[in-house]
């Protein structure tokens, strides 16, 4: 166990929907970052929360977008869903230190989507 | 070219025997190296970090890096049935940066 908590487990939505998912990240972590892992895929980086702030993003379109609130917590939002947005949303939590290149990213269990 | 690349497998490998896996990286500004186990509809897990060139082992585990060849590769010592998952490469910049996989490698353990 990461103690890092994701709700709801699994959410079925259909095409043009919106969707909110949400992270809890492990104690004393400051920071989340969300991956959307397409099945027999790879994770693929989506955007990063730092002390509430975004901090870096990938290459996925505007109606993805999140917050991150006092306790670190944090929330995906995706807008006007698509079919290809059936996927395994994860998010991770770390504590990067500067100057440590040994922060680890810690896995929560993840929120299956599927969109119908 | 995807900037982590691995290959999808399945690898199969007999119980007890080591299981080797390999990753490339084509960002020389790469610092940080992860490998993740992932069990079928689970999350991913870590299994070892590696920053220096050279090998680091943890247990039945030991990962290898070598930055002059962007290569990074994971061994399985005395493998078994519940080794048997998808494990992914992941390399990051710098301290608190993204993440970026590999597609993973499916490894099957047969008794």
């Known amino acids: 166990e990461t103690g890092v908590t994701q709700s709801p487990t699994h959410l079925i939505k259909t095409r043009g929907q919106q969707v909110t998912l949400r992270c809890s990240s492990q104690?004393?972590?400051?920071?989340v970052s969300w991956y959307q892992q397409a099945l027999g895929q790879g994770p693929q980086f989506i955007f990063q929360y730092y002390r509430e702030e975004e901090n870096g993003r990938g290459n996925f379109p505007p109606r993805f977008s999140g917050l991150q609130f006092p306790n670190y917590s944090s929330e995906l939002n995706v807008n006007a869903l698509e079919l290809d947005d059936s996927a395994l949303y994860l998010c991770a939590s770390s504590l990067p230190l500067a100057g440590v290149r040994t922060d680890t990213q810690y896995f929560g269990p993840g929120t299956r989507l599927t969109v119908l | 070219q995807k900037e982590v690349e691995q290959n999808s497998g399945p690898l199969s490998v007999p119980e007890g025997a080591i299981a080797s896996l390999n990753c490339t990286y084509s960002d020389r500004v790469s610092q940080s190296f992860f490998w993740y186990r992932q069990y079928s509809g689970k999350s991913p897990e870590l299994i070892m970090s590696i920053y220096s060139n050279g090998d680091k082992e943890d247990g039945r585990f030991t990962a290898q890096l070598n930055k002059a060849s962007q290569y990074v590769s994971l061994l399985i010592r005395d493998s078994q049935p519940s080794d048997s998952a998808t494990y992914l490469c992941a390399a990051r910049k710098a301290a608190g940066n993204k993440l970026t996989f590999g597609g993973g490698t499916r490894v099957l353990v047969k008794p």
């Open positions: 104690s004393g972590h400051n920071t």
